[in-house]
T-cell receptor, first 112, second 111 residues
Framework: LAKTTQPISMDSYEGQEVNITCSHN???????ITWYQQFPSQGPRFIIQ???TKVTNEVASLFIPADRKSSTLSLPRVSLSDTAVYYC?????????????FGSGTRLLVRP | DAGVTQSPTHLIKTRGQQVTLRCSPI?????VSWYQQVLGQGPQFIFQ???????GRGNFPDRFSARQFPNYSSELNVNALLLGDSALYLC??????????FGPGTRLLVL
C-alpha cells in the first residue's frame, strides 16, 4: 500500500518561497499527484495537480521527478493567509484495490 | 457554478445508531469519493464511485457502505456507530482520474 510522507510542520515569513515535499513510494502508474490546502473545519481546497516534470499555475508550482516517487509543492512569496495544512494526494492500486492516499499533512505557519 | 454540497452540515448521534450522509457532486462530474477526517489527522479514503460503480474502497469495516445514484449524487451510510466514528466526513467529486473537488464536509459527533 502506498505510503505518503510529508514534514509535519514548516515555518516561514511573509514574502518567502516555501517548498513542501511529499514522498509517495508506490504511486499508481496512471495517477496524478494532487496537492490541497486545508483550513480548520473546511474541506480541502485544490491547489495544483501534475503527472510528471513541472506544472505551474497562478498560485503554485509542482515539481515531479522522473521516478514519480516524490513531488514538491512550491509556494512563491507566501502571505499570512497561506497559513494552513497542506496535503498531497496520490492514487494506489495496492492489494488489487484502488485507494486514494492522503499524505499526513504539513502544517505551514507564515509569520509577519 | 455550484460546488460540491453535503448534508447535513452537523449531526449528533448516539452509539449504536445509524447515519446517512449525502453528497451532491459538481454538475458534470461522474465520480464521488468519501473520506473520514478525524480531528488533527489527514483525510482517510473510504470509497470512490464512478458511473455508479464502486471503483475503490479504503480500509474501513463493513459498517460503512455507500452508493451512487443515477444523477451521480451519493450517500454514505454508517451502521452501529462507535465513538470513534466521530469525525468530519468529506465528499469530493471529479471526472475519471482528474482533479477532485471537495465539499465542506459533515461533522458527525457520536455520543
Amino acid at each position: 500500500l502506498a505510503k505518503t510522507t510529508q514534514p509535519i510542520s514548516m515555518d516561514s515569513y511573509e514574502g518567502q518561497e516555501v517548498n513542501i515535499t511529499c514522498s509517495h513510494n508506490n504511486i499508481a502508474t496512471n495517477d496524478y499527484i494532487t496537492w490541497y490546502q486545508q483550513f480548520p473545519s473546511q474541506g480541502p481546497r485544490f491547489i495544483i495537480q501534475g503527472y510528471k516534470t513541472k506544472v505551474t499555475n497562478e498560485v503554485a508550482s509542482l515539481f515531479i521527478p522522473a521516478d514519480r516517487k516524490s513531488s514538491t509543492l512550491s509556494l512563491p512569496r507566501v502571505s499570512l493567509s497561506d497559513t494552513a495544512v497542506y496535503y498531497c494526494l496520490v492514487g494506489d492500486w495496492g492489494d488489487s484495490s484502488y485507494k486514494l492516499i492522503f499524505g499526513s499533512g504539513t502544517r505551514l505557519l507564515v509569520r509577519p | 457554478d455550484a460546488g460540491v454540497t453535503q448534508s447535513p452540515t452537523h449531526l449528533i448521534k448516539t452509539r449504536g445508531q445509524q447515519v446517512t450522509l449525502r453528497c451532491s457532486p459538481i454538475s458534470g462530474h461522474k465520480s464521488v469519493s468519501w473520506y473520514q477526517q478525524v480531528l488533527g489527522q489527514g483525510p482517510q479514503f473510504i470509497f470512490q464511485y464512478y458511473e455508479k460503480e464502486e471503483r475503490g474502497r479504503g480500509n474501513f469495516p463493513d459498517r460503512f457502505s455507500a452508493r451512487q445514484f443515477p444523477n451521480y449524487s451519493s450517500e454514505l451510510n454508517v451502521n452501529a456507530l462507535l465513538l470513534g466514528d466521530s469525525a468530519l466526513y468529506l465528499c469530493a467529486s471529479g471526472t475519471a482520474q482528474e482533479t477532485q473537488y471537495f465539499g465542506p464536509g459533515t461533522r458527525l459527533l457520536v455520543l
